[in-house]
């Protein structure tokens, strides 16, 4: 969606901070959200945790795309190891 | 010992077809259940539903929505992931436009809902532990100058899964089986020669001549 919709790369989607739900109203935020987001959710009867640095809890998201063109663009997520190789 | 040797033996590997939606012009596809695939494929089918040019990047309104989209999904995760071979269970009506236009509409603009996982598992008290955090799986992708493209995802669930080994083989055996549920009569109930639901899903999405154009995936971090 952030590459489809809101036009990132690969890479930018997959640094992007992410949320988990929890039980109930919870959910949980990566710190880089905007507060502004905290705020905004916790208005509207979520239980927010905020979670610091990139943590594997949060999955790690790999991605190849393909352009028009042909080229190759991928994303590899820090929150695990990962890597992109072209051969 | 739940597994027997002929259990093994009975197993047969599967070419199945994938579950796929279509998506800003594109086509997802995924791994129909037991993997909890088609859960992202109703989260991006309701998604759709919204009015995405007013929405910004990471706006309280957007996660608000995301958040909210996740639950429903997940609470039909819960009631409905299963075995296809050995339970009933409706895909393609869980797929269905006019299904996920209802379940879009119960969404909140405003108010979180309160979201309970109704899926009874194995408790890990019982079992003595459960996997560690960082697991046993791995995502792998390829894609060649032609678009041949694989989407790959190999798991043991736990780290070293049931810490079982096959001696001739060295291939470790999984234990995705404490994800079965033991309520009586769910879809997912745990039964012999039965599959459990799990989390697994490599997905594809291709462009609107039917080309590749993404493969994507995570080993793990549900929610």
Same mark, same amino acid.
């Given at each position: 969606m952030k590459i489809l919709v809101f036009g990132m790369s690969p890479q930018q989607a997959v640094e992007s901070p992410r949320f988990r739900i929890g039980n109930i109203n919870g959910v949980s935020l990566e710190s880089r959200l905007p507060s502004a987001v905290r705020a905004g959710l916790s208005a509207r009867g979520h239980d927010v945790e905020v979670v610091y640095g990139w943590t594997a809890s949060?999955?790690?998201v790999q991605?190849?795309?393909?352009?028009?063109?042909?080229?190759?663009?991928?994303?590899?997520?820090?929150?695990?190891?990962?890597a992109a190789m072209a051969y | 010992m739940l597994s027997r040797a002929q259990d093994f033996d009975a197993h047969e590997v599967e070419?199945?077809?994938?579950a796929s939606v279509q998506c800003q012009g594109r086509t997802v596809h995924t791994v129909k259940p037991n993997s909890q695939g088609i859960v992202l494929l109703q989260m991006l089918s309701m998604i759709e539903t919204l009015p995405?040019?007013?929405?910004?990047?990471?706006s309280t309104q957007l996660l608000h929505e995301r958040v909210e989209v996740t639950k429903l999904a997940f609470a039909d995760k819960d009631r409905w992931i299963a075995d296809l071979a050995m339970a009933e269970m409706p895909v393609a009506p869980l797929l269905n436009e006019q299904y996920i236009n209802g379940r879009a509409a119960q969404l909140s603009a405003s108010v979180a809902a309160q979201y309970l996982p109704r899926f009874e598992t194995i408790s %890990?008290?019982? &079992?003595?532990?459960?996997p560690a955090e960082d697991g046993d799986? !791995? %995502?792998?992708? &390829?894609?060649?100058?032609?678009?041949?493209?694989?989407?790959? !995802?190999?798991?043991?669930?736990g780290s070293f899964g049931s810490k079982l080994v096959v001696p001739e083989t060295?291939?470790?055996?999984?234990?995705?089986?404490?994800?079965f549920s033991l309520q009586e009569g769910h879809p997912n109930q745990v039964a012999p020669g039965k599959?459990?639901?799990?989390?697994l899903m490599s997905t594809m999405i291709t462009d609107a001549s039917d080309e590749f154009e993404m493969a994507i995936g995570t080993p793990g971090g549900s929610g």
């Amino acid at each position: 969606m952030k590459i489809l919709v809101f036009g990132m790369s690969p890479q930018q989607a997959v640094e992007s901070p992410r949320f988990r739900i929890g039980n109930i109203n919870g959910v949980s935020l990566e710190s880089r959200l905007p507060s502004a987001v905290r705020a905004g959710l916790s208005a509207r009867g979520h239980d927010v945790e905020v979670v610091y640095g990139w943590t594997a809890s949060f999955g790690s998201v790999q991605v190849v795309q393909r352009l028009a063109s042909g080229m190759l663009r991928t994303g590899a997520d820090m929150r695990r190891e990962a890597a992109a190789m072209a051969y | 010992m739940l597994s027997r040797a002929q259990d093994f033996d009975a197993h047969e590997v599967e070419w199945g077809t994938p579950a796929s939606v279509q998506c800003q012009g594109r086509t997802v596809h995924t791994v129909k259940p037991n993997s909890q695939g088609i859960v992202l494929l109703q989260m991006l089918s309701m998604i759709e539903t919204l009015p995405l040019a007013e929405r910004s990047n990471n706006s309280t309104q957007l996660l608000h929505e995301r958040v909210e989209v996740t639950k429903l999904a997940f609470a039909d995760k819960d009631r409905w992931i299963a075995d296809l071979a050995m339970a009933e269970m409706p895909v393609a009506p869980l797929l269905n436009e006019q299904y996920i236009n209802g379940r879009a509409a119960q969404l909140s603009a405003s108010v979180a809902a309160q979201y309970l996982p109704r899926f009874e598992t194995i408790s %890990f008290d019982d &079992v003595g532990e459960g996997p560690a955090e960082d697991g046993d799986t !791995i %995502f792998a992708m &390829v894609v060649d100058e032609e678009g041949n493209a694989v989407s790959w !995802i190999q798991s043991l669930y736990g780290s070293f899964g049931s810490k079982l080994v096959v001696p001739e083989t060295g291939i470790v055996l999984h234990n995705r089986g404490v994800v079965f549920s033991l309520q009586e009569g769910h879809p997912n109930q745990v039964a012999p020669g039965k599959r459990p639901f799990h989390t697994l899903m490599s997905t594809m999405i291709t462009d609107a001549s039917d080309e590749f154009e993404m493969a994507i995936g995570t080993p793990g971090g549900s929610g």
